[in-house]
């Protein structure tokens, strides 16, 4: 199975800050990554697929790069209600996986 | 807006099956993958296995023994069924749509999870 690893595992941040979130998968998946958002008690919402395909509704200031091995989700201004924990997950090939989350905190 | 709502015990006996339900309303089940996921803090995230509205099948190898998924389109609705339980299998259970019909690989839509636990 393809591993996909995040960093950091959790941060602090500011409303406002511009904040990026890496995630690295263990062999290339070319662009079948996507990005999901989840609070506590509530199932992941997709943010991003395809690497970098906004999904309709999310607002644009997250906003996915990478290809091959190495992703990154991008906040551009970091709002209120997007302290939450992050996830990538590729859909190169079974099994799907995720990464084990990045959770952005409060400072 | 398509709704998904899972179904079915919240507590199971060790060594025994886990059944759950997903009910499909505000949409057709045709023309979609449907999958089960799901969450322990223990493993994160793990994605069970797929259904296609036809019923064609894909499970992860790591469940694979113990797992069926199944589909009842007259009911507009999908099950998993999953054997031989421990406590390991404690976990959040997701039912979940893919994002576009005949497309396998990420997830719009999402039932609300249900917390299923193993334990006598």
């Known amino acids: 199975a393809i591993q996909m690893t995040q960093s950091p595992s959790s941060f602090s941040a500011s409303t406002g800050d511009r904040v990026n979130i890496t995630c690295r998968a263990s062999?290339?998946?070319?662009?079948?990554l996507a990005w999901y958002q989840q609070k506590p008690g509530k199932a992941p919402k997709l943010l991003i697929y395809?690497?970098?395909t906004l999904q309709s509704g999310v607002p644009s200031r997250f906003s996915g790069s990478g290809s091959g091995t190495d992703f990154t989700l991008t906040i551009s201004c970091l709002q209120s209600e997007d302290f939450a924990t992050y996830y990538c997950?590729?859909?190169?090939?079974?099994?799907?996986?995720f990464g084990q989350g990045t959770k952005v905190e409060i400072k | 807006q398509v709704q998904l709502q899972e179904s079915g015990p919240g507590l199971v006996k060790p060594s025994e099956t886990l059944s759950l339900t997903c009910t499909v309303s505000?949409?057709?089940?045709?023309?979609?993958?449907w999958s089960w996921i799901r969450q322990s803090p223990e493993k994160g995230l793990e994605w069970i296995g797929q259904?296609?509205?036809?019923?064609?099948?894909n499970y992860n190898p790591s469940l694979k023994s113990r797992v069926t998924i199944s589909v009842d389109t007259s009911k507009n609705q999908f099950s998993l069924n999953l054997n031989s339980v421990t406590a390991a299998d404690t976990a959040v259970y997701f039912c979940?749509?893919?994002?576009?019909?005949?497309?396998?690989?990420?997830?719009?839509?999402w039932g609300q999870g249900t917390l299923v636990t193993v334990s006598s």
């Open positions: 979940a749509r893919d994002r576009s019909s005949g497309y396998s690989g990420s997830w719009d839509q």
């Open positions: 505000g949409g057709s089940i045709s023309s979609y993958y």
């Open positions: 259904i296609y509205y036809s019923g064609s099948t």
């Open positions: 062999q290339g998946i070319s662009s079948y």
């Open positions: 395809a690497a970098s």
């Open positions: 997950q590729q859909y190169y090939s079974y099994p799907y996986t």
